[in-house]
């Protein structure tokens, strides 16, 4: 049988827990979201969803996790309610890390543009960001090879096991992105024209916003960016140990990954502005807009994007890391289940590659760019790319309705005194109890039905 790794200390889990929660997401997929999603509407409304449903999911997986000490899938048969809530999670697991690895891989293309700027090469030709961005989402073959690149950096780590490979990266690449982000911050609010920037984010009423729309992107993105809904942290949970504080833990990581949200957007949006871009430019607006902001800074800019996207690999790296590693598991777990041979190695290979398979449409399809894949348009804002469909299935519709099925396992099924077994576990008492109780029956799972409503109207146009 396989044995379970554990975490060699909390400060250890927090880490790789906040790690996988900060990544592309925080600085490639909330601004952009921002702009599409209503500017400061779209703020308020994540801002609160992550204190009402983020916290909150975030405390139900941890426990479920650490409690069964189980993947997703043999956490909920065990549980014996939803018992093909874990597949989901496999799923989504699947899904976000095809179209995360291209994203990745995108970054890496800009990484070694950068270096070849330094050393003299071609780099970006003199191109616009746009049109850098253009070039490169049409060429399907350089497109799968960044995207199996990715993949690859993400399946090395994940082989090392759990605390050996996933810890060590996280401690210092994490706070070394924060201070990066915050010198880019400085110098692009004193961009001209970038206080535009700042009243879209900061003033309401932010214009043509629909509310449906914003309230499905930001829930959404909220649970994507906290790694949330399709079992996760629940997979982290399970291998924390039973000392530590499973509130305080829920508490600290989404506030980290929403500090470094926030961060990104004031590092995009106002310069998305000073540069006179479009704020609804969508997926690809992180690295349109980031080719002018280092082009802006001259000589010194080459270097900076190479420090940029250097660590926003390693962001995105530990993040995918979180995703292989729950598909992995559950396939481990599933195959130890029925007595086969779970060896992490090869097993962890043959997701990899199944993931890089899935990614392949999304890379020759370069997010609607290259025209060379059929494109879909199912959502009445005009989401359509391979990478936009792929994005809705996960974050849209399994991920927020995951949320609502745990929520309901706890509070109806498995009853708060289970809960609470697990939570003073660690000698504590069990912090800000009257707040999960509430919101785990009711707060939450009304809002998340909201939020899978949200999408059905936005399907139907509304
Ligand atoms: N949260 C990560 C990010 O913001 C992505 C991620 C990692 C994720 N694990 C996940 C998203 C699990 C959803 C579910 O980049």
């Not at 909330?30 to 409304?45: C, D, R, V």
Request: include cysteine; glycine fraction near 12%; hydrophobic fraction near 50%.
């Amino acid at each position: 049988m396989h044995e379970r790794e554990s975490w060699g200390s909390n400060f250890g889990f927090l880490m790789a827990a906040i790690g996988s929660a900060v990544g592309l997401g925080n600085v490639w997929g909330f601004p952009y979201k921002m702009g599409i999603g209503g500017g400061f509407a779209f703020l308020i409304t994540y801002l609160l969803l992550v204190l009402f449903c983020g916290c909150v999911v975030m405390f139900v997986e941890m426990t479920i996790g650490r409690k069964t000490g189980k993947s997703p899938i043999r956490a909920f048969l065990e549980i014996g309610t939803f018992k093909k809530l874990g597949w989901f999670g496999a799923i989504c697991g699947f899904l976000i890390l095809a179209f995360y690895s291209w994203i990745g891989g995108c970054c890496i293309k800009y990484l070694f543009t950068y270096i070849s700027e330094l050393c003299g090469g071609a780099g970006f030709g003199g191109m616009s960001g746009l049109d850098y961005f253009v070039q490169f989402g049409s060429n399907p073959a350089s497109g799968i090879f960044y995207l199996g690149l990715f993949m690859l950096l993400t399946l090395l780590v994940v082989q090392g096991g759990i605390s050996k490979g996933i810890e060590k990266f996280n401690v210092v690449g994490m706070p070394a992105l924060l201070v990066l982000m915050v010198i880019l911050i400085i110098k692009n609010l004193s961009l001209p024209g970038a206080s535009a920037g700042l009243a879209f984010m900061f003033t309401w009423p932010t214009e043509g916003f629909n509310f449906f729309n914003t309230l499905r992107m930001a829930g959404g993105q909220m649970l994507f960016s906290l790694s949330l809904g399709m079992g996760c942290m629940l997979t982290y949970g399970s291998y924390l140990s039973k000392k530590e504080s499973i509130p305080k833990n829920a508490f600290i990581i989404p506030f980290a990954d929403t500090l470094m949200a926030l961060l990104a957007g004031l590092m995009v949006i106002p310069a998305v502005f000073a540069f006179g871009l479009d704020p609804q430019g969508g997926p690809l607006l992180l690295f349109y807009t980031m080719k002018e902001v280092f082009a802006a800074m001259g000589s010194a800019g080459a270097i900076f994007g190479i420090m940029f996207f250097l660590l926003l690999i390693v962001a995105a790296l530990t993040s995918a890391m979180s995703l292989l590693e729950v598909v992995t598991s559950c396939a481990i777990d599933v195959r130890a289940g029925k007595g086969k041979s779970a060896n992490r190695r090869p097993i962890a290979c043959c997701c990899a590659l199944a993931i890089f398979i899935l990614g392949i449409p999304v890379a020759i399809d370069g997010a609607g760019i290259s025209g060379l894949m059929p494109q879909f348009t199912f959502l009445a804002d005009g989401s359509e790319s391979w990478l936009d469909l792929y994005d809705t299935i996960a974050e849209g519709l399994l991920m927020p309705l995951g949320s609502v099925l745990m929520c309901l396992v706890v509070s109806r099924k498995l009853g708060f005194d289970w809960v609470n077994e697990e939570v003073t576990a660690c000698g504590q008492k069990w912090l800000a109890e009257g707040f999960y109780r509430v919101s785990i029956k009711y707060i939450t799972p009304v809002l998340m039905s909201f939020v899978l409503v949200s999408l059905f109207l936005s399907y139907f146009g509304i």
